[in-house]
């Protein structure tokens, strides 16, 4: 059957956006903070009230719901026959996060799947909504762990031994909050997977577009920095005998910026965090730890960068009399989505009378890891302002309601892809 055939039949099918954008809210009551978000670091209590009541949800769907050796969630609504097509996202947030960041997609595929329900559609495969561990990597690096065991990227084993940065271990929290679930990893292939997630950026919104066909997810570079100095007086120590590691933090940060605007285009840098011991406003700090983020496009051109960052290194730590050490906390290379789930969500959004823009995606998603197994794309709504990881993250009501229908309709869509296979 032509992609897309057994959808046709289902056009004016739309979702009860009344219900969805409830249990959003409802999602978002669950650990707040000021200014309306949420923080809801993985396996931490509030991690698992999130988790229950999305099991709950899911039960009262009668869908088939498992849960693995990393605690990633998978509802299944049994119709049809074969691998299912999958969608969902996370739940976890970062510690000062919105009500939309991952829980919007998670919600949106659980209510295509009870729309259909409803309507009494039969669809030739399976529905599923995943819901995955720690893809933000708030508490636990890597992000998008849970995806990355499920899809075989990383040994269950590994997982379990990754301590947070409470010095929790993972295996041990999965326990405690009681998500160490018995289905094995790698997990259920699907036969294709759509994730629905915000921009999280500017563009959509600066373009006035309403849908993002999502073509890519950069490359992402995650390091540790640690630099050693010589802890001493601030009064007494001159300027041309100091060791000072705050100062060569503060070097790197502006290369970084420099080096981003000197490769220009998806090239982005970041220094997100930085330590300084000990912390003393009368001080030279003798040690200073912080973290590069650098993303790019073109995995030749983020090694480049990776490259000239370390070069950077050596020369400071010669020039400043320092050690510099890193550790390597997460590196993933760009990601390219399936051209037929990018064409599929691109020609559902016109058809139902949307903007549309081809973009790739500048943070990282559970979509990406999905993409080593299956045919697998995004589709993106717009965030006003840009603004995400942040209590001011706002998708308005319409942006979400369409999102949502055309999530509903490209999960049916898949059901007749055909493997490339065949």
Same mark, same amino acid.
């Given at each position: 059957?032509?992609?897309?055939?057994?959808?046709?039949?289902?056009?004016?099918?739309?979702?009860?956006?009344?219900?969805?954008?409830?249990?959003?809210?409802?999602?978002?009551?669950?650990?707040?903070?000021?200014?309306?978000?949420?923080?809801?670091?993985?396996?931490?209590?509030?991690?698992?009230?999130?988790?229950?009541?999305?099991?709950?949800?899911?039960?009262?769907?009668?869908?088939?719901?498992?849960?693995?050796?990393?605690?990633?969630?998978?509802?299944?609504?049994?119709?049809?026959?074969?691998?299912?097509?999958?969608?969902?996202?996370?739940?976890?947030?970062?510690?000062?996060?919105?009500?939309?960041?991952?829980?919007?997609?998670?919600?949106?595929?659980?209510?295509?799947?009870?729309?259909?329900?409803?309507?009494?559609?039969?669809?030739?495969?399976?529905?599923?909504?995943?819901?995955?561990?720690?893809?933000?990597?708030?508490?636990?690096?890597? &992000?998008?762990?849970?995806? /990355?065991?499920? %899809?075989?990227?990383?040994?269950?084993?590994?997982? +379990? *031994? $990754?301590?947070?940065? @409470?010095?929790?271990?993972?295996?041990?929290?999965?326990?405690?909050?009681?998500?160490?679930?018995?289905?094995?990893?790698?997990?259920?292939?699907?036969?294709?997977?759509?994730?629905?997630?915000?921009?999280?950026?500017?563009?959509?919104?600066?373009?006035?577009?309403?849908?993002?066909?999502?073509?890519?997810?950069?490359?992402?570079?995650?390091?540790?920095?640690?630099?050693?100095?010589?802890?001493?007086?601030?009064?007494?120590?001159?300027?041309?005998?100091?060791?000072?590691?705050?100062?060569?933090?503060?070097?790197?940060?502006?290369?970084?910026?420099?080096?981003?605007?000197?490769?220009?285009?998806?090239?982005?840098?970041?220094?997100?965090?930085? &330590?300084?011991?000990?912390? /003393?406003?009368? %001080?030279?700090?003798?040690?200073?730890?912080?973290? +590069? *983020? $650098?993303?790019?496009? @073109?995995?030749?051109?983020?090694?480049?960068?990776?490259?000239?960052?370390?070069?950077?290194?050596?020369?400071?730590?010669?020039?400043?009399?320092?050690?510099?050490?890193?550790?390597?906390?997460?590196?993933?290379?760009?990601?390219?989505?399936?051209?037929?789930?990018?064409?599929?969500?691109?020609?559902?959004?016109?058809?139902?009378?949307?903007?549309?823009?081809?973009?790739?995606?500048?943070?990282?998603?559970?979509?990406?890891?999905?993409?080593?197994?299956?045919?697998?794309?995004?589709?993106?709504?717009?965030?006003?302002?840009?603004?995400?990881?942040?209590?001011?993250?706002?998708?308005?009501?319409?942006?979400?309601?369409?999102?949502?229908?055309?999530?509903?309709?490209?999960? /049916?869509?898949?059901?007749?892809?055909?493997?490339?296979?065949?």
């Amino acid at each position: 059957m032509p992609l897309g055939n057994f959808r046709n039949n289902y056009l004016a099918l739309k979702v009860n956006f009344a219900r969805l954008n409830q249990r959003i809210n409802t999602l978002a009551e669950i650990s707040p903070i000021d200014g309306g978000g949420n923080c809801r670091l993985a396996l931490t209590d509030e991690d698992k009230y999130g988790r229950d009541l999305l099991v709950s949800w899911m039960r009262e769907l009668d869908l088939e719901v498992s849960v693995d050796t990393v605690g990633n969630i998978i509802g299944v609504w049994n119709v049809g026959n074969g691998a299912p097509v999958m969608s969902g996202s996370h739940i976890d947030t970062v510690r000062t996060g919105g009500r939309f960041d991952g829980c919007y997609g998670v919600l949106a595929a659980l209510e295509a799947i009870q729309t259909c329900q409803e309507a009494k559609i039969a669809p030739p495969r399976p529905l599923a909504v995943g819901i995955f561990t720690d893809e933000e990597g708030s508490r636990f690096a890597p &992000d998008m762990l849970g995806s /990355l065991v499920y %899809v075989g990227g990383m040994a269950v084993e590994q997982a +379990l *031994d $990754v301590v947070a940065i @409470d010095g929790a271990r993972l295996g041990d929290e999965l326990a405690r909050i009681g998500y160490a679930g018995p289905a094995p990893c790698p997990g259920l292939l699907p036969h294709a997977f759509v994730e629905l997630h915000i921009e999280q950026g500017p563009m959509l919104e600066a373009n006035d577009i309403r849908i993002g066909a999502v073509t890519s997810v950069q490359g992402i570079s995650w390091q540790e920095v640690t630099v050693l100095g010589q802890s001493n007086h601030a009064g007494t120590t001159p300027m041309s005998l100091r060791h000072d590691p705050a100062y060569v933090a503060a070097e790197i940060t502006v290369f970084l910026r420099n080096l981003a605007r000197e490769f220009g285009g998806d090239q982005v840098c970041t220094v997100g965090k930085i &330590d300084l011991h000990p912390n /003393l406003t009368n %001080v030279v700090p003798a040690k200073a730890t912080l973290t +590069l *983020d $650098v993303r790019n496009t @073109d995995e030749t051109l983020l090694k480049l960068a990776e490259t000239k960052i370390a070069e950077f290194l050596r020369q400071i730590a010669t020039s400043e009399g320092v050690k510099i050490s890193t550790r390597e906390l997460s590196r993933f290379e760009p990601v390219i989505f399936d051209d037929r789930v990018i064409d599929c969500v691109e020609s559902i959004a016109k058809q139902q009378g949307n903007t549309v823009q081809r973009m790739p995606s500048g943070a990282g998603h559970d979509a990406q890891m999905l993409a080593r197994v299956c045919p697998s794309g995004m589709i993106f709504v717009p965030s006003v302002k840009g603004i995400s990881h942040n209590p001011a993250e706002f998708t308005h009501d319409a942006d979400l309601e369409a999102g949502a229908n055309i999530l509903l309709h490209t999960m /049916l869509a898949l059901t007749t892809l055909e493997s490339q296979d065949q």
